[in-house]
């Protein structure tokens, strides 16, 4: 039988500012959001660590929220989004980024960032995934 893959995911939320130059609407005004972002990770076999610490975990929640804490989420929170980044800074543009960026992050772990989500408001998300 094949193996089923086992996936970890974590869940942030940080409040920042934005506005989206020539909106057409009402973003157009410097505005907030409690962002929601989900982050899932698998490893590079699929399946969990054998044996040390990590044994039968994909990751450690801790060790992987701490990572996504320190080098993403505590970047953005109480921050002005168009000062974060050289793109307008709209959901998806914002996704993809925190994709590649965290990518990049773990390449050094076992693991592969396979999905994000990043919720804008409660009825409005963005899915990036591999
Ligand atoms: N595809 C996208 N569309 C919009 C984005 C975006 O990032 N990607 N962003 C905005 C605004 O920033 C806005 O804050 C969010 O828009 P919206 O979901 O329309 O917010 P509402 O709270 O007004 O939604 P309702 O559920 O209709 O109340 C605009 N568009
Ligand atoms: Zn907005």
Known sequence: MRQPTVRTTKIFTFDAAHFLP????????MHGHTYRLEVTVERKDGG???????????????RLSALIKDRVVDKLDHKVLNDCFP???????MARHIFIELSAILANEDVNVVRVVLWETPTSYVEVTA
């Open 22 to 29: 020539g909106h057409e609407g009402k973003c157009a005004q």
């Open 48 to 62: 969990v660590a054998t044996g040390g610490p990590e044994d039968g975990m994909v990751i450690d929640f801790g």
């Open 87 to 93: 793109f307008r800074p709209t959901s998806e543009n």
